[in-house]
Every structure is written in C-alpha cells, then in structure tokens.
C-alpha cells in the first residue's frame, strides 16, 4: 500500500526504506538472519516538496530539494532504528563536498556525523552527535558522512535542504557495515570495521540566527529569503561559515 504525505496543495508518494534494504549496516546480525517480514516498511522518504508550483519552481531555479523523511519508533533488534547513512560528493572543480540542512518537525533525533580520511574511509577522524527536538536545526557540514537515529518513543519527522544537482554516496557506510558507531539501548558501541575511531563530542543544535529564522520557524520559509540556503549549491564560497559549525 502506497504511504502519501500532503504538503501545500500536493499529495507525494513516499520512497520506502525496507528492511531488506538496511541488510548491510544492521547491527544485530543474528536478530536480522532470523528475522522473516525482510520486506516490511522502516522508514519514508517524501523528496521535492513545495506548497505549490511557484514554490517549486523558485526551488528547482536555485538547484534546491526539500524533503521529509519519516521513521517510526522501534528496534532493528538490540540497536535503534536509523537511516542507512551516507556521504556527499564533491562539488565538480572542488575538493569540497555538499552540506545539508535538516530541522526536526516532530519528535526527537540523533544525528551521527563522521569524518573519515581521503581514500581510507575505515579511518575515523572525527565524530558528532547532536541531539535534536521539535524545531532545531542540524547541518551536516562538507566533509561529513551522517546517519539519524530515532531513540525516542516517538515518530521522528525531519525536513532537509540539499542541492539537488548530486546523488547521496552510500557504499562507502554500506561496505563497513556501518557508521563508526551503532546507537544501542545501553549506548554508543564501536563499529569494530572502522579504526582508530575518537571519542565522540557531543554538540548542540544550529543556532537560528545563522540562517536568518525566527526560533522555532520553520526553514521551509527560507523559500522566501532563498539567498541564505546558497551554502548549499556554492559551499566553496562559505567555508568560514561552515567549518565553523562543528
């Protein structure tokens, strides 16, 4: 059965996420060889929203997408439900990757952010977590693979700027099984396929004032004020901005 979500004046099928698809970063690999419903729903995507047709039309003139996502609350046996996680690519002519943006809508995430050498993604450089609730913001900064966990009891609801010129790079998280971390009911464990992996830091949310919002507004209004996402499309000419983030 089809899963739609209405956003403005138009009706969006969702992507679905299956179990079968999480096969290669589950931790729980004996709850998950026993497990029989493989094709069972884990979460959704809900990709290129607008309001409307001239929302969606100032979106694609700025090489923006704006999605949801949507995960329900459960167990992948003993670790907590997440996304399968993934990197960017590099902006062509640069060694800078894309950034993206995401604000919780409703419920609670936790946003693992990584940071792993050039050609050696086994080697960990640096790990983030942020914590987020109903209204805060995360940006997942160039040169950051991320996955987001839902550990809460809640339906976690998240929305998402990116530039829409570029495919997510999943096989690098695919091959190692994994983040370098796996968020279970007792706490973060390492992911034994990854080296040297640091401590993590723990960090807060984005403050509002950076892009512009009111506290507690919803950034799809930067649709409004679209100058302030071209970090995005551009993050060559904001890396002040952005290695400032983490």
């Known amino acids: 059965m089809e899963v739609t979500l209405k956003f403005g004046d138009k009706v969006t099928v969702a992507d679905v996420r299956k179990l079968h698809d999480m096969e290669d970063v589950v931790f729980d690999r004996e709850w998950f060889e026993e497990t029989a419903e493989r094709n069972r729903d884990v979460y959704y995507m809900f990709r290129d929203l607008a309001k409307s047709d001239s929302d969606l ?38 060694d800078i990757s894309y950034p993206e943006i995401y604000q919780v809508l409703e419920g609670s995430a936790t946003y693992l952010l990584q940071k792993v050498k050039n050609g050696e993604e086994d080697l960990v450089l640096d790990v983030v977590v942020i914590t987020a609730e109903k209204g805060d913001l995360v940006l997942v900064p160039p040169g950051y693979g991320h996955v987001t966990i839902n550990a809460s009891e809640n339906t976690l609801e998240m929305a998402n700027w990116v530039c829409r010129e570029f495919s997510s ?76 983030v983490l």
């Open 57 to 94: 039309d100032a979106i694609k003139a700025h090489h923006l997408r704006y999605d949801i996502t949507v995960i329900p609350p459960r167990m992948l046996g003993s670790e907590y439900i997440k996304t399968v996680g993934h990197y960017h690519p590099h902006v062509p002519g640069t």
């Open 169 to 244: 790079v999943y096989e690098p998280i695919k091959r190692l099984s994994g983040a370098s971390y796996f968020l279970l009911k007792d706490g973060f464990v390492k992911n034994p396929l990854y080296r040297n992996i640091p401590p993590i830091r723990h960090l807060k949310p984005l403050a509002y004032n950076e892009l512009g919002l009111d506290p507690g507004e919803s950034m799809y209004e930067l649709i409004n004020k679209v100058e302030k996402l071209r970090f995005l499309t551009a993050p060559q000419d904001f890396t002040g901005f952005l290695t400032g």
